[in-house]
């Protein structure tokens, strides 16, 4: 007559001493998961990647050489005064070495705000800045007066031209598919170690089953 409560005892106390392992299972899982997750997400909190970073310092580098340039141009004319009322106040589009300044600004605004600030991974918008670069410095050099005017007059378009395409080949051929190489290693990493955690989960839960039913 004892018998029968002694098994349901016997099957609680083994049941009761089950649940530790398992709960051990649990824990180690997660652990195991984030410290391997961990080092990949570093990179995403960063906010920005080194390639992507080195893209915008050559940007801004495009900005402050056209710059340079033009105040070259401007002192060499006659005094950075006069000639700049002449080019900004008295706007020339012939003779004008204003709008190649102000490509540049629209350039550098366009994919700072657009690769660093807002992070895009698409080509559209160094697309479009090379696009109406090359299509405004084409007409400029068709239609104005440029050649006349000396060295600048060859100088300031064909590096505008050469670095507005350098800008383009360093954000197709470096930054984005490095990028999107890194993002791909991540993930595979990520889910490697889900099937890892799964698998040995599964593993440790089928030793506490059998564990159990022997000493059922």
């Known amino acids: ?68 340039l033009w105040i070259i141009e401007l002192n060499v004319k006659g005094g950075i005064e006069t000639t700049l009322k002449k080019e900004v106040l008295h706007y020339d589009y012939s003779s004008s070495y204003f709008d190649i300044f102000l490509l540049a600004v629209f350039r550098f ?44 007059g060859y100088v300031l378009p064909i590096i505008s031209f050469i670095l507005a395409w350098i800008e383009t080949w360093f954000l197709d051929f ?11 290693r991540r993930r595979d990493t990520i889910t490697n170690s889900l099937a890892d955690s799964f698998l040995r989960w599964k593993r440790k839960n089928k030793e506490i089953m059998v564990e159990n039913l022997l000493h059922a």
């Not at 992070?119 to 050649?147: M, P």
């Not at 470096?174 to 791909?184: C, F, I, Y």
């Open 109 to 152: 605004k366009v994919l700072i705000l657009a690769y660093a600030m807002c992070r895009l991974r698409h080509w559209w918008a160094i697309a479009f800045t090379t696009a109406v670069t090359s299509a405004f410095l084409l007409a400029k050099v068709i239609i104005s007066q440029l050649f006349s005017q000396g060295a600048f």
């Open 1 to 68: 007559m004892n018998r029968v409560p002694n098994d349901a005892e016997n099957a609680h106390s083994s049941s009761v001493e089950s649940c530790p392992s398992l709960r051990d299972v649990h824990s180690i899982n997660p652990t195991h998961l984030m410290a391997r997750i961990e080092s990949y997400d570093v990179r995403e909190k960063k906010g920005i990647s080194d390639v992507r970073r080195t893209f915008c310092l050559f940007v801004t580098f495009d900005l402050l050489f056209i710059t340079l």
């Open 174 to 184: 470096k930054v984005l598919p490095q990028e999107a190489e890194e993002e791909n």
